[in-house]
T-cell receptor
Framework: GAVVSQHPSRVICKSGTSVKIECRSL??????MFWYRQFPKKSLMLMAT?????????EQGVEKDKFLINHASLTLSTLTVTSAHPEDSSFYIC????????????FGQGTRLTVV | QKEVEQNSGPLSVPEGAIASLNCTYS??????FFWYRQYSGKSPELIMF????GDKEDGRFTAQLNKASQYVSLLIRDSQPSDSATYLC????????FGTGTRLQVFP
């Protein structure tokens, strides 16, 4: 299957700082990328959907000014958690699909964010 | 009603038995359906996808789809302890929506 690389895998940051998470498709053009958040023992919650070159579409209840998503190219999307707080500590996962939306989504390895 | 529903489990089965995981969805327009396995602290990994009504087999795994009943299932034959994980059902409309997952425990 296709490869999606997500970095960093783990990050610890202080409250009030910003953290950027990168999601790269290594061997295909990702026309759409999805960002999920997962709390312990809970399912993946879709935060936003981003299409290359356009603004991300955020799910209800997700603050777009806090979770900045940029999808500047067909191989890279970034999620920036701004002014992070302890309640933002979670497992963040990106996934990407190609041109055909019916194909499976390929997941990055996930990023464990801990805000102290 | 949640868009994708799964029993959270845990579902406990003995080694060698068949594990049956179920999922229902609310959007009749859903076109494709996926089963992912997720180990603790890891990202989900795709097991199978299915688009058409009926059964689809891949090794020990069989996915079953019934669009009229809005129901999709995953059967795992000859379950192994290494199959112990959380199994996520996902449904694709214009975005991939996940169920809460079913935790499977296979005991020796």
């Amino acid at each position: 299957g296709a490869v999606v690389s997500q970095h960093p895998s783990r990050v610890i940051c202080k409250s009030g700082t910003s953290v950027k998470i990168e999601c790269r498709s290594l061997d295909f053009q990702a026309t759409t990328m999805f960002w999920y958040r997962q709390f312990p023992k809970k399912s993946l919650m879709l935060m936003a959907t981003s299409n290359e070159g356009s603004k991300a579409t955020y799910e209800q209840g997700v603050e777009k000014d806090k979770f900045l998503i940029n999808h500047a190219s067909l191989t890279l999307s970034t999620l920036t958690v701004t002014s992070a707080h302890p309640e933002d500590s979670s497992f963040y996962i990106c996934s990407a699909t190609g041109i055909n939306m019916n194909t499976e989504a390929f997941f990055g390895q996930g990023t464990r964010l801990t805000v102290v | 009603q949640k868009e994708v529903e799964q029993n959270s489990g845990p579902l406990s089965v003995p080694e060698g038995a068949i594990a049956s995981l179920n999922c229902t969805y609310s959007d009749r327009g859903s076109q494709s359906f996926f089963w992912y396995r997720q180990y603790s602290g890891k990202s989900p990994e795709l097991i199978m996808f299915i688009y058409s009504n009926g059964d689809k087999e891949d090794g020990r795994f069989t996915a079953q789809l019934n669009k009229a009943s809005q129901y999709v299932s995953l059967l795992i034959r000859d379950s192994q302890p290494s199959d112990s994980a959380t199994y996520l059902c996902a449904v694709n409309t214009d975005k991939l929506i996940f169920g809460t997952g079913t935790r499977l425990q296979v005991f020796p």
